[in-house]
């Protein structure tokens, strides 16, 4: 089982990637109340009878979340001893997950709630999920490799962490105020509108995910460039997939954000922080 194990890793890491784009399709659907402001059970039932669709979304996500605990219970039992601390955490980082979800739905900070708590317990939920993936990520990695460049990958997680944080802001703010698409060249005029002090704070925050983004992939891609000249070990996905990120971003503004769009680009950031985890993670000693 042991020599199995990356595998299994690897597949819990997908399972719960699939999980968290679930969970942005519930936001994207406006499912988030499909169960009221009930938890754990769903309007009052542990089987909702006569479920709408939204209420189907929203209880497939239950159950689905509730399987990340389970698999991360028996990836606890089956993790060979170097990394079973990282399956520790990740259970931990999915029981948090639950609670957050569960301060969502009781609190009511679904659908189009539009407050500032939903937009700070949406970007410590983004946060929680990134720390989720980067235990499971961890589990992945079997080589490592003596390198000098550890500040720099630990830097590039930080500016990760930083710069998603305010996308799970921004992707909020794009699904309760819905914008046309700038394929006719108005891009700059629906900034200066997004600017002015009548908007709702979630639209005037829209141009600050973008610039930390740009600046943030600059960084990477030069960093980590840079540390690929010296060590060779480095995959080029990181770097790869930063500048991919920053495409999609830029179709995903001319686009106005539809919900496919909104899941291709979190999909690639997952990709993005589970390739800088491993990439740091490989750079430390044992």
């Not at 399956?87 to 009781?106: D, T, W």
């Not at 000098?148 to 802001?169: E, P």
């Not at 914008?179 to 002090?197: C, H, M, N, P, Y």
Request: proline fraction near 4%; aromatic fraction near 8%.
């Amino acid at each position: 089982m042991k020599e199995r194990f990356p595998v299994l890793a690897w597949l819990f890491l997908g399972y719960l990637i699939a999980v968290i784009l679930f969970g942005a399709w519930v936001r994207i659907a406006g499912a988030g109340a499909g169960c009221g402001n009930h938890w754990p059970l769903c309007n009052g039932e542990a089987i909702p009878p006569a479920p709408e669709t939204k209420t189907i979304i929203e209880y497939t996500h239950r159950i689905t979340s509730a399987l990340c605990g389970l698999f991360g219970i028996a990836m606890i039992w089956l993790a060979p001893t170097r990394h079973r601390r990282m399956a520790i955490a990740a259970f931990v980082f999915i029981l948090i997950e639950g609670f957050v979800g569960a301060v969502l739905v009781k609190k009511e900070l679904v659908v189009n709630d539009a407050s500032l708590s939903r937009a700070i317990v949406i970007a410590l939920h983004l946060t929680n999920t990134l720390l989720l993936t980067a235990s499971a990520a961890a589990m992945t990695v079997e080589e490592r490799h003596a390198s000098k460049g550890r500040a720099v990958l630990k830097a590039a997680l930080i500016v990760i962490v930083i710069v998603s944080a305010t996308g799970a802001v921004t992707a909020l703010g794009d699904t309760i105020f819905p914008k046309q698409a700038a394929l006719d060249g108005s891009l700059w005029a629906q900034i200066r509108d997004d600017a002015t002090s009548s908007q709702h704070f979630l639209i005037r925050l829209r141009a600050v995910h973008p610039v930390l983004a740009v600046l943030g992939a600059a960084f990477l891609i030069g960093g980590l460039s840079a540390l690929r000249r010296r060590e060779k070990w480095l995959s080029h996905w990181p770097i790869s997939l930063a500048g991919t990120q920053v495409l999609i971003g830029v179709a995903n503004i001319a686009l106005a954000a539809p919900g496919w769009m909104q899941i291709v680009h979190l999909l690639v950031a997952q990709a993005l922080w589970v390739a800088c985890v491993r990439a740091s993670i490989a750079s430390s000693p044992h």
